[in-house]
Structure formats: C-alpha cells, structure tokens
C-alpha cells in the first residue's frame, strides 16, 4: 500500500514477526493496548517515508464485513501532519479490499480526530459479537474507550 500526504509518499509494510519487540515499545510509551500483537488475527504494518523514514503503525483484525482498527501510532518527530489521517485511509482501503463493510476502533483520547474522519461514536452493544470477542474490546482497552464505527459502503 502507498498513498500521498501533505506532499509525502507513505508506504505500508507488513510487520515481520521480528519487528512486533518494537512495535510493543512504541504502543507502551503510547499508552495503547500491546498484549496480543504476537496473537494470530491481528495484522500490523509499519509505515515509513520514500527513504524509509519511519512515520508510524497500525493495525487490523478481520471479522467477516467487519474490520476493527488497532495500534494507530504516530511517532512524535512527526505527528500533525497528516500521516494519522493518511494511515487511517490506507487501513481503511486494506480493509475494504478484504472485504469490510464497516470498520470499528475503540478510542481514548482521539475520538474527534476520528470523528473528522467519518467515524461516529456508538454503544458498545451494537458491535457485532465477532468485535466484542477481541482481545482488545474484551480487555486489553480500556472500559472507558469509545466505540466508534465508520460504514465503507458508498
């Protein structure tokens, strides 16, 4: 996956195996949920610059039409420039091309950039039971995280 933000290419590359010890410490100095990111189901890519500059990761389970968005991260050196929006695009696509007519995240502290986003807050009981068995709805987030859901249908 590739796409233009701001006038910078990102590139998405699968995480190898080896790479998740990384990934684990960037998502614990962010404060997000890193527990089952060795489990299978999750898939998570790093996405990094034409010169291979990392800019952040992210991540995706598959359930069926339905796509819940993990591990969103952007490194500090930087953030607020558009790559949170451009790696959600590019997430969102992945899971469009696997099949996902709505796509589920649990936020914290960033839901209206979600919101500016096209996702929109709902109760936790009108995820579909395949989202509420994830690790991440049934522990590893926080209870007070938003759910929130965005259709990918036209």
């Known amino acids: 996956m590739e796409t233009e933000s701001a006038g910078v290419r990102l590139f998405a590359q699968p995480l190898a195996v080896w790479e ?8 614990a100095k962010a404060k997000l949920p890193r527990d089952d990111i060795g489990a299978e189901g999750p898939s998570f890519w790093r996405f990094v610059t034409e010169d291979d500059v990392p800019v952040g990761f992210g991540g995706l389970e ?14 500090p050196p930087v953030r607020r420039r558009g790559a949170g929006r451009t790696i959600v695009g590019l997430l ?3 899971a469009t091309m696997r ?6 995240l649990l936020a914290t502290e960033t839901t209206t950039f979600f919101e500016q986003l ?12 395949a989202i509420r068995s994830t690790a ?5 987030g926080p209870a007070s995280a ?5 259709s990918l249908e036209p």
Not at 118 to 129: E, H, L
Not at 136 to 140: D, N, R, S, V
């Open 20 to 27: 998740r010890d990384g990934l684990a410490a960037v998502l």
């Open 62 to 75: 598959m359930h069926g039409d339905d796509a819940l968005l993990r591990s969103i991260v952007i490194l």
């Open 92 to 94: 969102e696509t992945e």
């Open 99 to 104: 099949g996902a007519k709505t796509v589920w």
């Open 118 to 129: 096209g996702y929109a807050a709902c109760d936790r009981a009108q995820a579909p039971q």
């Open 136 to 140: 991440e709805f049934a522990g590893l």
């Open 146 to 150: 938003s759910l929130m859901r965005k």
